[in-house]
């Protein structure tokens, strides 16, 4: 793991606060969370509503990768944008789609442990909903990623062509917003929505610094990461005893609050 995606996800463990003991029971735990995954996928790809969106954001980046938009953004980016500044901000990013993937996996499981010992719902159900969220959209990306059949920067245009090539959407985005997009939905102090929203656009523009994707690739990415994020919201907000947090400054700091409803 990257030392800034350390700390990254250190701040979303630490701007977690401690709770209370969990109300449900272990027993039956796999049995909650293959249905809960089950009504993820209905909510993701059976839901009219959710495919509508797809579609407008599958729309919108295929505007900006087939009529040039995409190579205008890079060029103007790569020539007066990126620096040295940008490089070095954007440095700690400089891994692959897989290597992200294979480094959260085994976070999701360690903080689901942790907060399960500490009996700390909050961290737990952080862990949980971003495993959630990377599994329901992962068939989407896969698919997407090859029907689009962009190119690289470094390799051609972003024109689709169906099977051509398999960056039309960038695995390394989506893998790394889902776990601040899920603890900015958990979030419901506005200043710190921003701030976990903020960091999930950290991995998207270190890859367009990077000269790795276009525009439209890391944007369908990032969007992808937030639908899964938002089908896994819809599916916890039905169940009792959601943990919300909240963060929020006081005249001598900062006052951290969890919230759970019944």
Known sequence: MTVFLRIGLGLVVLLLPLGHRCVAEDNGAISRGFEAVKTDFGNFYLDRGNLTRLGIGVGVAAVFANTGMDQYI????????RGHVTDQ????????????ALVLA??????????????????????TNSF?????????????????????????????????NFHGVSGHTYFGAIPFITAAKMSENPYQKAIFYGLSTFPALSRINDDKHYFSQVALGWYLAYLSCAVVEKGTDRQEGRAHVQLAPVPKGLAITVQKRY
Do not use: C
Request: no cysteine; charged share 15%.
């Open 74 to 81: 890079r060029d103007k980016y790569q020539s007066s944008t």
């Open 106 to 127: 085994p976070a999701y499981l360690g903080a689901y442990g942790v907060g399960k010992w500490l009996h700390h719902p909050t961290m737990v159900e952080w862990a």
């Open 132 to 164: 959630r969220a990377t599994i329901v959209g992962g068939p989407a990306l896969l698919v997407l990623a090859a029907a689009t059949g962009a190119d690289r920067p470094t390799e051609g245009d972003s024109n689709w062509g169906s099977y051509q």
């Open 89 to 100: 901000a954007t440095k700690a990013f400089n891994i692959t789609g897989e290597e992200v």
